[in-house]
């Protein structure tokens, strides 16, 4: 079965169509493609998440954003000649504040013109069973390194999460901070550019671990015990220019090196207590050399990207809810111990 997954995470960098194939032993990355969102829509999407438009302003953007996603899939499909049997949309992330709510947008029906099925809003269930409803894409780690005895696999989008397993603990996960979001917005503010490009500028910074270590004192999520789940409502624009105020006498580069600390310090302070053999590293970080580089340093193990095992970094996240959709098409229970149900749960989101 050939199942699309569909992704756009909190750095709004734009959309992963990520194609997969399933059967009862495999699952088999086939493809991908990435659009970015057209300038207007990323800024309202911004503005939403963050809390700076209305319900009525948010409706529109549901249904928007619904047809950007069906527009797009529709020319990958012409263009690439996929075949496609399912659809997995994720949706993009609003609001989620546990256990007060979640809020995934983007319209499936437009997507539902395809002609296939089309799974989606895999959160909400979750928060009415007490947890956090993220992360879920440890479903998929777990199932593609079902046969590797002591990993980890850390994605760093926006946010960051991290997965391990080993023959003497069970499968854990947690969201641990922030990733790329603050990083993103410092590299636009100080050089108008939209990423660090393989982390050179913060490669030429130092860390200010004065700032550091007060940030992660008192910041109340680095405190909260796993699991865990953020996003922008912890993560805003008014604490990423609360940071930034901190740092108002630091050289520029300097700043992003310390941005990219923050970003380690909550992950390398779990691994060192709870090690692991082999670390995979995900999404748009992973390609950031500052983050790999003091990743490798810092545990002096086996680092990674998810390239190395046939998964290109950026088709992840996409795949964990193509996988997601294939378990709810085929009526396959999904095991969330990790965020704490002793029972395992019947399939994830709702079908179009």
Known sequence: MN?????????????????????????????????????????NLESLAEGKLSFREGQKLHFELGKFYFTALKSILNTKKWCIDLIGLHGQTVYHFPPLGTTQIGEPSFLRKLGVPVVSDFRSKLLTYGTDGAPLAPIFHDEILKNNKSWGFLNLGGMSNLTTKSQSKPLFASDFGPANIFLDKAVKKLFNKEFDKDGQKSLK????????????????FFNLKHPKSCGREEFSEKEFLRLMKKMKNLDKYDILATFCEISLYPILKYLKKNPVKKLIVSGGGAKNKYFISRLKEELQINVCTSDSIGWPTESVEGAAFALLAYKKYIKKEVNLEYLGLKEPLSPLGRMD
């Open 3 to 43: 199942v699309v997954g569909i992704m756009s995470g909190t750095s709004l960098d734009g959309v992963d169509f990520v194609l997969c194939g399933f059967n009862a032993q495999k699952t088999i990355y086939k493809d991908q493609a990435h659009k970015k969102f057209p300038k207007v829509l990323k800024q």
């Open 205 to 220: 910074g130092l860390a200010n671990l004065k700032i550091l270590e007060s940030y992660v004192k008192e910041n109340r």
